[in-house]
């Protein structure tokens, strides 16, 4: 286990809620006259059900253990709530580097990154400042150029020939610089590249094409003027919408508007709808069934570059092998593939990387799936850590700690550094095999109600190697959260009755039914555990008859029947415990009289769930050797 021991894990009830089946509602007619049978079976395996206890190895139970501090309650539901049972709502986008609040509509048009001066480091991603070259004592406006420098690894914009006018709007003046790059005019504003592509085609006829390259633009394909990225993909986008208009037949056809609105988000019933009443796919629900058009024209494919074609040179790649072979490059030239990562598709050496917009980082807030409560909500703005609601479980369950009973000092002996081994705390990474050891399990209460808590679990855990488990009191009741000072008082009176047991000469020794300590709003009872054997490390127990050893086949036929090799974590001690809890609470529905001598109206609740305890692993004979 990755957690060391001992550890507790908590079973979320979500794990055990059945799945509907679709196809019970279109065979329900079929099936009427069956339905006192399938009544009957399905009470049969409800009770069945109910009687298994939980696997903690079974596969379904990785999806279904969770950290007690990973789970969330839900008031409305009363249920413990782990991260499959609820929803998440971006609250806010911000930025981690400069806190600055991003506009969700600024988001969907700019993209998931900052927009202001906050950069990253392609080469190590640490943050990127902004800095001067010539630093002047004078009080000018401008002293650049400025560059971008890594206090880390000294990457600056330098190595890749980027300088800069002003020390703000840093992403516009890159945006400009890679445009021109391009091939568009230096003269194009920002908002302008914003617009419609309807200059595409003009750039298009400035292009080379195969015939025209001549040496120098076949040796660097860098020197080509292309579009980026994100240009072609614009370019692809407005010519498949295109394509989709001319080729359908009817305005409302779900096809010829924007295919993207209409399947991303079906918001109305009447888009749905329209794929079956006015759809041209054909079929016995569309239009093609009751009378026949003309052909349509076929969609085609993108031919040319403003439709966002890209054609590779011939010779790219052997550009590449050259570049790289080459003694300038080496290997420290090439691009790593976390850093090609965010980067353009065409970078591949370290002269290629460009400085990073930061990713924005969001707040969220949780709401349950049942019910839609709200669970989490964090402070909006993006400064503050706080949150207006956070409904954990631990505020409403027992806080479960599980710790060895080491035996105290023989009477009259003071614990020092020379005590005796044998009562010293045991190894859990290493329990004996079949010798018994006792756990003391506390239960820590936060509510504000006295609980009464039930603890149940089977005589064996489960799995190919078992091991006895017995609760010692597994009825007993948590005190309320109370105030401090009532525990201070309490502990006053409970530390003079300990004095008086210890002084009598006689060590504390656990009984059944009764519990080891308590407090104010905490109770510790006994665990004991009897480890199991791991298969084939202790010989099979034979038997003497007339000077001659014989196996007792009869009592050893179950135990050594499986003798292969111990699979993962198989020789650790997981604890399966059903957990049931019950406390009266205030209705919070009603109005609760003022009255003195009136008291409010209470209401019982009632929790149950599955609890997991990791106790040990049990030692092997190899590593006893």
Same mark, same amino acid.
């Given at each position: 286990?990755?957690?060391?021991?001992?550890?507790?894990?908590?079973?979320?009830?979500?794990? /055990?809620?059945?799945?509907?089946?679709?196809?019970?509602?279109?065979?329900?007619?079929?099936?009427?006259?069956?339905?006192? #049978?399938?009544?009957?079976?399905?009470? /049969?395996?409800?009770?069945?059900?109910?009687?298994?206890?939980?696997?903690?190895?079974?596969?379904?139970?990785? @999806?279904?253990?969770?950290?007690?501090?990973?789970?969330?309650?839900? /008031?409305? &539901?009363?249920?413990?709530?782990?991260?499959?049972?609820?929803?998440?709502?971006?609250?806010?986008?911000?930025?981690?580097?400069?806190?600055?609040?991003? =506009?969700?509509?600024?988001?969907?048009?700019?993209?998931?990154?900052?927009?202001? %001066? &906050? @950069?990253?480091? =392609?080469? &190590?991603?640490?943050?990127?400042?902004?800095?001067?070259?010539?630093?002047?004592?004078?009080?000018?406006?401008?002293?650049?150029?400025?560059?971008?420098?890594?206090?880390?690894?000294?990457?600056?914009?330098?190595?890749?020939?980027?300088?800069?006018?002003?020390?703000?709007?840093?992403?516009?003046?890159?945006?400009?610089?890679?445009?021109?790059?391009?091939?568009?005019?230096?003269?194009?504003?920002?908002?302008?590249?914003?617009? *419609?592509?309807?200059?595409?085609?003009?750039?298009?006829?400035?292009?080379?094409?195969?015939?025209?390259?001549?040496?120098?633009?076949?040796?660097?394909?860098?020197? $080509?003027?292309?579009?980026?990225? %994100?240009?072609?993909?614009?370019?692809?986008?407005?010519?498949?919408?295109?394509?989709?208009?001319?080729?359908?037949?009817?305005?409302?056809?779900?096809?010829?508007?924007? @295919?993207?609105?209409?399947?991303?988000? =079906?918001?109305?019933?009447?888009?749905?709808?329209?794929?079956?009443?006015?759809?041209?796919?054909?079929?016995?629900?569309?239009?093609?069934?009751?009378? $026949?058009? *003309?052909?349509?024209?076929?969609?085609?494919?993108?031919?040319?570059?403003?439709?966002?074609?890209?054609?590779?040179?011939?010779?790219?790649?052997?550009?590449?092998?050259?570049?790289?072979?080459?003694?300038?490059?080496?290997?420290?030239?090439?691009?790593?593939?976390?850093?090609?990562?965010?980067?353009? =598709?065409?970078?591949?050496?370290?002269?290629?990387? +460009?400085?990073?917009?930061?990713?924005?980082?969001?707040?969220?807030?949780?709401? &349950?799936?049942?019910?839609?409560?709200?669970?989490?909500?964090?402070?909006?703005?993006?400064?503050?850590?706080?949150?207006?609601?956070?409904?954990?479980?631990?505020?409403?369950?027992?806080?479960?700690?599980?710790?060895?009973?080491? !035996? *105290?000092?023989?009477?009259?002996?003071?614990?020092?550094?020379?005590?005796?081994?044998?009562?010293?705390?045991?190894?859990?990474? #290493?329990?004996?095999?079949?010798?018994?050891?006792?756990?003391?399990?506390?239960?820590?209460?936060?509510?504000?109600?006295?609980?009464?808590?039930?603890?149940?679990?089977?005589?064996?855990?489960?799995?190919?190697?078992?091991?006895?488990?017995?609760?010692?009191?597994?009825?007993?009741?948590?005190?309320? %959260?109370?105030?401090?000072?009532?525990?201070?008082?309490?502990? #006053?009176?409970?530390?003079?009755?300990?004095?008086?047991?210890?002084?009598?000469?006689?060590?504390?020794?656990?009984?059944?039914?009764?519990?080891?300590?308590?407090?104010? %709003?905490?109770?510790?009872?006994?665990?004991?555990?009897?480890?199991?054997?791991?298969?084939?490390?202790?010989?099979?127990?034979?038997?003497?008859?007339?000077?001659?050893?014989?196996?007792?086949?009869?009592?050893?036929?179950?135990?050594?029947?499986?003798?292969?090799?111990?699979? /993962?974590?198989?020789?650790?001690?997981?604890?399966?415990?059903?957990? +049931?809890?019950?406390?009266?609470?205030?209705? $919070?529905?009603?109005?609760?009289?003022?009255?003195?001598?009136?008291? !409010?109206?209470?209401?019982?609740?009632?929790?149950?769930?599955?609890?997991?305890?990791?106790?040990?692993?049990?030692?092997?004979?190899?590593?006893?050797?």
């Amino acid at each position: 286990m990755a957690r060391p021991f001992p550890y507790t894990y908590i079973s979320c009830p979500c794990a /055990e809620t059945p799945t509907p089946d679709p196809s019970a509602k279109r065979t329900s007619r079929d099936l009427s006259s069956k339905k006192n #049978a399938g009544q009957s079976a399905a009470s /049969e395996s409800g009770e069945e059900g109910d009687e298994q206890a939980f696997d903690p190895r079974s596969p379904r139970a990785n @999806f279904s253990l969770y950290p007690p501090e990973q789970l969330l309650f839900c /008031e409305d &539901c009363h249920q413990i709530k782990c991260p499959r049972c609820i929803t998440e709502e971006i609250v806010c986008w911000y930025c981690p580097n400069c806190l600055f609040e991003t =506009p969700s509509s600024m988001v969907r048009s700019e993209g998931n990154r900052c927009a202001r %001066n &906050c @950069f990253t480091c =392609p080469v &190590c991603t640490a943050p990127l400042a902004v800095t001067t070259l010539e630093n002047t004592t004078e009080s000018h406006a401008h002293q650049g150029p400025w560059i971008l420098a890594c206090g880390y690894c000294m990457w600056t914009t330098l190595d890749i020939g980027l300088k800069f006018d002003k020390p703000t709007n840093i992403r516009i003046q890159l945006s400009k610089i890679y445009e021109n790059a391009n091939g568009r005019k230096a003269s194009k504003t920002v908002s302008g590249l914003k617009s *419609s592509l309807s200059t595409l085609s003009s750039m298009s006829e400035q292009l080379p094409g195969p015939d025209e390259e001549g040496d120098d633009g076949s040796r660097n394909p860098k020197e $080509q003027s292309q579009l980026d990225h %994100n240009a072609r993909f614009a370019a692809l986008k407005t010519f498949y919408r295109n394509q989709i208009a001319e080729t359908s037949a009817s305005p409302t056809d779900p096809l010829g508007s924007d @295919f993207g609105a209409i399947f991303s988000s =079906p918001s109305a019933l009447n888009r749905i709808m329209s794929i079956y009443t006015s759809s041209t796919l054909g079929g016995p629900y569309g239009a093609a069934a009751k009378k $026949q058009k *003309s052909k349509l024209p076929v969609m085609r494919e993108a031919l040319t570059a403003s439709e966002g074609l890209k054609i590779p040179p011939p010779d790219a790649e052997r550009f590449i092998i050259e570049r790289v072979t080459s003694p300038d490059c080496g290997w420290d030239g090439l691009a790593s593939m976390d850093q090609r990562a965010f980067q353009s =598709p065409d970078a591949r050496f370290v002269d290629d990387l +460009r400085p990073l917009p930061v990713l924005l980082r969001t707040k969220r807030s949780k709401r &349950c799936k049942s019910c839609k409560h709200i669970l989490v909500k964090p402070e909006f703005k993006p400064q503050s850590t706080r949150f207006r609601i956070r409904l954990i479980a631990l505020s409403y369950i027992p806080l479960s700690t599980l710790r060895p009973l080491v !035996p *105290s000092p023989y009477p009259g002996q003071l614990p020092s550094s020379t005590t005796s081994p044998s009562i010293s705390a045991p190894s859990l990474d #290493a329990l004996e095999p079949s010798k018994p050891i006792q756990f003391l399990l506390t239960l820590k209460n936060h509510l504000f109600d006295p609980v009464n808590v039930t603890l149940a679990t089977p005589s064996l855990t489960p799995g190919r190697v078992t091991s006895k488990i017995t609760i010692l009191c597994p009825q007993f009741e948590l005190g309320a %959260n109370s105030d401090v000072w009532d525990e201070a008082l309490q502990n #006053a009176t409970a530390t003079a009755d300990r004095s008086s047991r210890s002084g009598s000469g006689f060590e504390k020794v656990a009984e059944a039914g009764k519990v080891w300590d308590k407090g104010r %709003n905490w109770t510790t009872v006994v665990l004991e555990v009897v480890p199991g054997t791991l298969p084939g490390s202790s010989p099979r127990p034979t038997l003497q008859l007339g000077g001659k050893k014989v196996h007792d086949a009869r009592e050893t036929s179950d135990k050594w029947e499986n003798t292969s090799p111990l699979r /993962e974590d198989e020789d650790v001690i997981e604890i399966p415990i059903f957990v +049931r809890l019950e406390w009266d609470s205030e209705n $919070q529905m009603i109005e609760q009289p003022m009255g003195k001598g009136q008291k !409010p109206e209470t209401i019982k609740r009632e929790l149950a769930y599955w609890m997991v305890l990791g106790a040990g692993r049990i030692k092997s004979e190899d590593a006893s050797l």
